[in-house]
C-alpha cells in the first residue's frame, strides 16, 4: 500500500492527487492522508473538495504502522532507545523520481510538481480538475453571480471569454515572509512582468490584461507603468475568491505566470492549443526545478538588472 499526503495549498494537493491518480491508474493500493499535513499547518487545510474528488483515507492503525506513530507503551520506550522507524519518503528534491511510481509500503511526503508524476493519467487528472465543476460548487454556495457591490466572478469571465484575454498572476502574502523571501524572492520582479507584458502585447496587439493577485491591499506598484490592466477584485471569503480566481484564471487564453503552482495548474488546465505561456526561468531560489517546466511553457530569462531574453 502507498499513502500520499495532502499539504500545501490548493496547487500543491493538486499535485498530490495527481499523483494519487496516476498510482492508481497503474492498479496500486494507495490512500490519502488529509489529516498530518494540516495538523501544524493552521493556514491551509483540505481544498479539493470543490472538484468532487473520491478517495480511501487510511485506518489509524495503517497510518501508525506506516509512520511507527503508535502510542502504546511499549513503542513508546522502543522509540526512546532506538528512533523512529517510519516507511516514509520526503521529497528532497524537485527532480522527477521514476522509481516513486514503482515503491510498495510508502508513506509519501511532498509536492511532486511535475506533469510527469500523472503523465499516464492526464486525462483523468483533468477530467478531475473539471473548473465547471468549480463553478457549480461556487453557484451553490452563493458565491459566482453575487458582485457585493462590484464585478461578480460571471461578470468577469464574460469579459475573459469575449477577449484576447491574458492572465498575470502576482503572488503576494506568504512570499513575503523572510523565510519564504529567501525561496521565492527576486525571481517574479517588475521587469519580469513588464517584459511579459511587452512581448504578449508584440504577439497579440489586442489582447486584454486581468491581474490577479492574493493580496486585495496590493495596488499593484510597478504593474502601473504597463498600460490598462484590469485588475481581479472579487468580494467574499478569501477561500472563494481562491477558487473563483482559479476558475477565471484558467479561462484566459494566455499566461503570465508567477513562480506558483496556482497559476502553473490555471494555465495547465487552460484548452486553448495555441496558448502562450511566459513564466520565469527560475521557478525557486537555490533550487533546480527544471522537471516542473512544460513544454508549452516559454521561460523569460532575466539578471539583476532586468530582462535579457527567452
Not at 494507495?30 to 473538495?49: C, H, N, T, Y
Not at 506533469?115 to 492526464?122: D, I, P, T
Not at 507603468?225 to 475568491?241: F, T
Request: charged share 25%.
Amino acid at each position: 500500500m502507498v499513502i500520499v499526503q495532502l499539504a500545501g495549498g490548493l496547487g500543491n494537493q493538486m499535485f498530490q492527487y495527481a499523483l494519487y491518480l496516476q498510482l492508481k491508474s497503474l492498479g496500486r493500493e494507495v490512500k490519502i492522508d488529509d489529516v498530518s499535513g494540516f495538523a501544524e499547518d493552521p493556514q491551509r487545510d483540505l481544498a479539493l473538495m470543490p472538484f468532487g474528488v473520491s478517495y480511501e483515507r487510511p485506518s489509524k492503525k495503517e497510518l501508525q504502522k506506516m509512520l511507527d506513530s503508535s502510542m502504546l507503551p511499549w513503542h513508546r520506550v522502543r522509540r526512546k532507545l532506538f528512533g523512529r522507524h517510519k516507511k516514509s519518503y520526503f521529497e528532497e528534491s524537485k527532480f522527477f523520481m521514476p522509481e516513486v511510481l514503482t515503491w510498495d509500503d510508502i508513506y509519501l511526503e511532498g509536492y511532486w510538481q511535475t506533469e510527469r508524476y500523472f503523465h499516464e493519467a492526464a486525462d483523468q487528472v483533468r477530467e478531475v480538475y473539471d473548473t465547471d465543476r468549480l463553478i457549480q460548487w461556487l453557484r451553490l454556495e452563493g458565491l459566482w453571480d453575487n458582485g457585493s457591490g462590484g464585478k461578480s466572478a460571471e461578470q468577469y469571465l464574460q469579459e475573459i471569454d469575449n477577449t484576447c484575454s491574458v492572465s498575470v498572476h502576482v503572488r503576494r502574502g506568504d512570499y513575503l515572509t523572510p523565510d519564504n523571501q529567501a525561496l521565492y524572492g527576486g525571481i517574479c520582479t517588475d521587469a519580469y512582468y513588464m517584459e511579459g507584458i511587452r512581448r504578449m502585447r508584440e504577439l497579440y496587439p489586442r489582447c486584454r490584461f486581468f491581474l490577479f493577485c492574493n493580496d486585495r491591499e496590493w495596488e499593484g506598484d510597478g504593474m502601473g507603468q504597463a498600460g490598462d490592466i484590469d485588475r481581479i477584485a472579487l468580494s467574499g471569503n478569501q477561500q472563494a475568491v481562491d477558487y473563483a480566481e482559479f476558475v477565471l484564471m484558467s479561462r484566459c487564453r494566455h499566461h503570465i505566470l508567477a513562480n506558483s503552482s496556482f497559476s502553473w495548474w490555471a494555465s495547465y488546465l487552460n484548452p486553448n492549443p495555441k496558448k502562450t505561456v511566459f513564466a520565469p526561468k527560475q521557478w525557486l531560489n537555490g533550487v533546480d526545478c527544471r522537471d516542473c517546466y512544460r513544454t508549452d511553457m516559454q521561460k523569460l530569462s532575466y539578471n539583476k538588472e532586468g530582462i535579457h531574453g527567452l
